[in-house]
């Protein structure tokens, strides 16, 4: 199905308001990337490789900022990118633009970057089919997690995903009960399984999202042990870790719930936040969970805790 396109160019200060209002005008995604074509954020400086990264205590986000906005294309969704727009209107430095993305194959596009990849020390996320180079090694030991997303986001490729899978590959996850809230493609839920969780339930409110989960379980061998719900479906099983790649907004209002889902001493990683969103975040979540410093890349942050 098509899509409309809400575009719009901000100063940074007005980031965190300006992707607040999207996500309460029910956004289906929201992204945020250099205005200027700056070379890089201000106050960064070259690392090895010449990766630009920022310096201590500055602001990650490059002085304007093009953010871009997903809603479906109906009724519904133009009223909502039409009020989303004309709220963001003053703070916008250039006029915001609403045009409709036309349908893609989207479940095909990816192919063109997604390559093997490792996060952790073990854990490889692979196109359905191919295999690591390491695994050409006689005594190779590590997981390997096959994946075509088909319509539904994750791949590992963003770090929101890529800090969550490395935490994941850092836990001990034997026999663990794992939800995993906003699943998309099920790669967080299913990475777990193949870590040795004992079993998963896997959330989403979009359809396609559940049945790509559904099928990349079922080609990991670790259907049997995932289960798949719309939100309102979620029993009321603790899980000894929760996972939730979403965005700031969402998840400071699911934080009484996934609280309520967690069992005493539970592992908590929240990810989909950017940088400056990290302490909002933890502050939300500091009243069910001890939440520890931020890790970031690039300009977003994984925040982890444990149940009180």
């Known amino acids: ?53 920022p310096a201590p205590a500055t602001q990650p986000l490059w002085r ?22 004309a709220a963001l ?4 430095l250039t006029p915001p ?29 692979c196109p359905r089919g191919e295999r690591p180079p390491e695994a050409d090694v006689a005594d190779w030991a590590g997981v390997v997690l096959d994946l075509d997303p088909g319509l539904a986001f994750g791949t590992g ?27 998309g493609s099920g790669i967080l839920a299913i990475a777990a399984l193949k870590l040795g969780a004992a079993s998963a339930l896997a959330v989403d409110h979009d359809p396609q999202a ?17 289960a798949v719900a719309r939100p309102e479906q979620v029993p009321q099983t603790l899980a000894d870790l929760v996972v939730a790649n979403i965005l700031a907004g969402p998840l400071l209002e699911l934080a009484p719930t996934l609280a309520a889902l967690a069992a005493p001493a539970a592992e908590l990683g929240l990810s989909g936040i950017l940088a400056h969103q990290a302490a909002r975040v933890a502050d939300g979540y500091a009243p069910y969970f001890v939440m520890a410093p931020p890790e970031t890349r690039d300009d977003w942050a994984l925040l982890t805790g444990r149940r009180h």
């Open 1 to 53: 199905m098509p899509w409309l396109q809400l575009t719009l160019i901000i100063d940074r200060d007005y980031a965190e308001q300006a992707e607040s209002t999207l996500e309460e005008a029910g956004a289906l995604s929201v992204t945020l990337d250099d205005a200027a074509d700056e070379p890089a954020p201000p106050g960064a400086e070259p690392a090895a490789g010449g990766i630009w990264e």
């Open 64 to 85: 304007r900022l093009r953010i871009t906005a997903l809603f479906d294309d109906d009724d519904a969704g133009t009223a909502a990118a039409d009020q989303a727009a």
């Open 89 to 92: 209107a003053e703070v916008a």
């Open 97 to 125: 633009s609403i045009a409709s993305l036309d349908d893609r194959p989207w479940e095909r596009v990816w192919l063109d970057e997604f390559t093997p990849t490792r996060f952790g020390r073990r854990l490889w996320v």
């Open 157 to 183: 490729h963003h770090p929101t995903t890529a800090l969550c899978l490395a935490w994941l590959d850092g836990l001990d996850l034997v026999g663990k009960r794992v939800l995993d809230y906003g699943c």
């Open 210 to 226: 559940l049945d790509a989960t559904v099928d990349n379980a079922l080609d990991n061998g670790v259907l049997e042990r995932l």
